[in-house]
């Protein structure tokens, strides 16, 4: 947590307008077509971070998504306007998994700089 604290965070802008279907983990979720450099450029940063202190990841590309659901066995269609995400802070978050299910625990979240003038 320390050392994310060096990490200079762009706003970053998501438009989450595809629903996908992730067969093997049978997750329903939204994903976008369009990439943003903020979201990229933040991604990339903590990975270089986590790799940096000797934190095994995930060597899948980054892809930002938002899951709807979980232990769908199949895709569905279903239309939706697209959703505009505007990020000016990212979190470290903790993925419990309970009997109810999974729960997201926010650790510590670390603003964007505010440009003043």
């Given amino acids: ?43 990339d940063e903590i990975s270089a971070l986590a790799r940096s202190l000797g934190i095994r990841l995930d060597e899948r590309p980054y892809l930002p998504h938002v899951t709807l659901a979980r232990g769908v066995k199949d895709k569905v269609e279903i239309g939706f306007d697209p959703i505009v995400w505007v990020s000016h802070s990212f979190c470290l978050v903790q993925s419990c998994s309970t009997e109810s299910g999974v729960e997201y625990r926010v650790l510590k979240c670390w603003p964007a700089p505010t440009s003043v003038g």
């Fill in 1 to 43: 947590m320390a050392s994310a604290s060096d990490i200079v965070m762009q706003p970053a802008s998501l438009t989450f307008d595809q629903l996908s279907f992730w067969k093997a983990p049978k997750v329903l979720c939204l994903t976008s077509s369009q990439s943003d450099s903020g979201a990229s450029s933040l991604a």
